[in-house]
């Protein structure tokens, strides 16, 4: 299995491979590697002729090995691209063709939103002869680390808690993520930091009103200002629907919870290692660790499940979402 990094490093230096198969389901590394193909492989005059895109609901895989066995016209190669390879069927006969691709054709197969069946011949295949990539989708607490080291290469710096406020508002579409700091480089000047204030302006998310800060008010047991957030979701409901906020409480605790069970708590480093969180954060969860113990936190969690099911209608037929969010809290803080 092929890294990203090192795919778009050997793309742009021109070294080839004959087949990409490029799988998973997160769109945004598949669809980067295509585009990287697409402006290093040919110069645009030789596309006319040489660069081919097939779909898979509209072809077969005859016809994309049919077109990945002809030769270049008046360039170093083809490029043929099958998009919405996921439904291409009969994809088993692609097997003989590893075995002599075509070495002038890049032949480049997207395969978005869905697994391969990594027990299958033509899989297994293609793992030993191609350039096979696995997109998977970052986890929740993976992606402020990749949005640092993101801006990092594009010369600007975020803070912890912007990362955060991003993740939480955008949720975990990495394409999405990028679009909005994309925007954001049109407006603040290069090896400048983004901060909360930065965030909030550009792209309306409040650095005082959102779940990181609901979360740091229960933990610091600020009855008031787990209130005043809660008064502020209920009047900007679409913004901040109660089953996000639910699974946003839910993942707190379970990692308060990791917290206690913890031997060593010494180094900020390893804690947060071992929780998947900056460590940054790392005194506010020793702090929470303090106001409730393992006790508390699984009762808690207890209400979180509860609640939930009730945000969607089991055992509950009028209470609106704010008043849930009320009870909730009363009961967490209590």
Known sequence: MSDYN???KDIKNKNFSTVYFLAGDEPYFIDKITEAIDKYALEEHEKDFNHTVLYGKETDISTVLSEAKRYPMMAERTVVMVKEAQHLRDISLLEKYLENPTPTTVLVFSYKYKKTDGRSKVIKALKKKAVYFESNKLREYELPKWITAFLKQKGYGI???????LVEFLGDEIGKIV????KLFLVIPENSTIDEQVIEKNIGISKDFNNFELNKA???????KANKIALYFSKNPKNHPLVVTISTLYNYFTTLLKYHYLKDKSNDKQVAGALGVHPFFVKEYAQAARMYNIKKCA???G????YDAKSKGVDNTSTSDYDLLKELLFKILH
């Open 299 to 301: 009762q808690i969690i």
């Open 159 to 165: 803070t912890p808690k912007a990362s955060v406020l």
């Open 303 to 306: 209400y979180l499940r509860e």
């Open 218 to 224: 229960i933990g610091q047991k600020d009855v008031l």
């Open 6 to 8: 090192s795919i778009i």
């Open 179 to 182: 679009n909005e700091l994309e």
